[in-house]
């Protein structure tokens, strides 16, 4: 299977932060995890005995309190969504969240993404993949940690079905200017669509998440990318 790792990987493009966490948060990450949590392993999933059904998947990188996902999930229950996160006051609040909203096309990894998509995922299985604000790493020396780079649209299209889609969106004019010359440098993409904004409508038919909202606030534009796996 393509894109598996060759040796360790030392290079992260998170932080583990060690925010609050609230009882509610605290008990669904004990109580719901079973109903909606998938252990991390070195196994390949098969999705199909994951969801009890086979269908079209969408992977959210960084879901963040999992708002977009969870709403995305509830508008097209004939999708299979899988959310990766590693915050877990975050996911916590999303699997509040889809118990309410009576999910069960959802489920939810606390793993790197990079780690997940190289193990976990198969070749080709996914429709979609979004990766929505990912963290800018302003910093030029922090760069190298930034999420999207050559080898990562090398492991997004192996994993993407033809035709599948890449979807990202940034809040950061240098990553912005950093994604679209790493979109440039892709043999496995063709760009499909570009925008950018202040705020007044919603790119690409996706739901404003807080991330977004948040940049808004401080004057931020926002741009977003439609890729198609060739």
Not at 89 to 104: S, T, V
Not at 172 to 192: K, M, P
Request: a positive charge; proline letters at 4%; hydrophobic letters at 40%.
């Amino acid at each position: 299977m393509t894109g598996r790792p060759s040796g360790r990987r030392t290079i992260r493009s998170f932080v583990r932060r060690t925010g609050r966490i609230t009882p509610a948060q605290h008990r669904a990450l004990s109580e719901l995890w079973p109903q909606y949590g998938i252990a991390f392993s070195a196994q390949t999933l098969n999705l199909d005995e994951v969801f009890g059904r086979s269908a079209e998947r969408v992977l959210e990188i960084g879901f963040g309190n999992g708002e977009t996902l969870v709403h995305e999930a509830s508008e097209k229950p004939e999708i299979d969504f899988l959310g990766v996160e590693v915050h877990e006051p975050g996911i916590g609040h999303c699997l509040i969240d889809a118990q309410d909203a009576g999910l069960k096309n959802l489920r939810v990894i606390k793993h790197d993404a990079i780690e997940v998509l190289q193990q976990q995922v198969g070749d080709a299985v996914l429709a979609r993949i979004t990766l929505f604000f990912p963290d800018p790493w302003p910093k030029k020396r922090h760069h190298k940690r930034r999420m999207v780079q050559i080898s990562f649209l090398k492991l997004a299209a192996s994993r993407l079905s033809p035709a599948g889609t890449l979807h990202i969106a940034t809040d950061w004019e240098n990553y912005a200017e950093h994604i679209d010359e790493v979109i440039a440098q892709s043999s496995e993409f063709t760009l499909a669509e570009r925008c950018m904004h202040k705020g007044g409508f919603e790119s690409l038919e996706r739901q404003t998440t807080r991330f977004e909202k948040r940049g808004l606030r401080k004057g931020h534009s926002i741009w977003d990318w439609m890729l198609i796996r060739n």
